[in-house]
């Protein structure tokens, strides 16, 4: 799993059913101390989350399937928790 | 997840049994603000959404086999969402 932030949110209306009702954002993958690191991803908010949090992301194959009880879920990356406060020492 | 916008199809006579009747997209990972990211895949669109100069949202691991109505396929990137617009 990883640190996110959240930038932008995807509006789409043609998509596979798993994705209804569903808000799906692109985040920017952040260090501990928030500075942006890596590509953007585009992820499957599942905690009611919005632009500009701080969140984790993350998941295994078929865990979406699990999470929202679907029968086919092709879901990757979601959204498990909004982060409040992160306490850390210096990383490389 | 990602987003990629599509840039061209791929057309293939003799194809396993699952990838008949389904589209082969030939698409390019971007970043939201368009610059690209990654070299070109071939993508799977059994939905049908998307043609080239879409900008779409692909699944890239074993749950793309999951955007087929049969659930499996031998895939690890398919089309799961047509984009409209990134606000």
Redesign the interface.
């Known amino acids: 799993m990883f640190l996110a932030k959240i930038k932008k949110r995807v509006v789409s209306t043609r998509k596979h059913p798993a994705y209804n009702g569903k808000h799906v954002f692109v985040v920017q993958p952040v260090n501990p101390d928030l500075k942006a690191v890596g590509n953007e991803w585009v992820a499957v908010d599942y905690v009611g989350a919005s632009i500009g949090d701080i969140v984790v992301c993350g998941g295994a194959p078929g865990v979406a399937q699990q999470v929202f009880q679907l029968d086919y879920a092709p879901i990757r990356t979601l959204i498990m928790a909004i982060v409040d406060k992160i306490d850390f020492r210096d990383f490389q | 997840?990602?987003?990629g916008n599509v840039i061209g199809n791929v057309w293939a006579e003799r194809k396993v049994k699952q990838l008949h009747g389904c589209r082969l997209l030939v698409v390019q990972p971007i970043?939201?603000s368009g610059r690209p990211?990654?070299s070109p895949l071939v993508v799977a669109d059994p939905?049908r959404?998307a043609g080239i100069g879409d900008t779409v949202?692909i699944?890239?691991?074993?749950?793309?086999?999951?955007?087929?109505?049969s659930?499996v396929a031998p895939v690890n990137a398919?089309v799961?969402?047509?984009?409209?617009?990134?606000?």
Do not use: N, P
């Not at chain 2, 699944?59 to 793309?64: G, I, K, N, P, Q």
């Not at chain 2, 799961?80 to 606000?87: F, N, S, T």
């Open positions: 997840m990602k987003l970043q939201s990211c990654g939905g959404l949202v699944v890239t691991s074993t749950d793309a086999a999951q955007a087929f109505d659930g398919a799961v969402e047509l984009v409209d617009i990134i606000q």
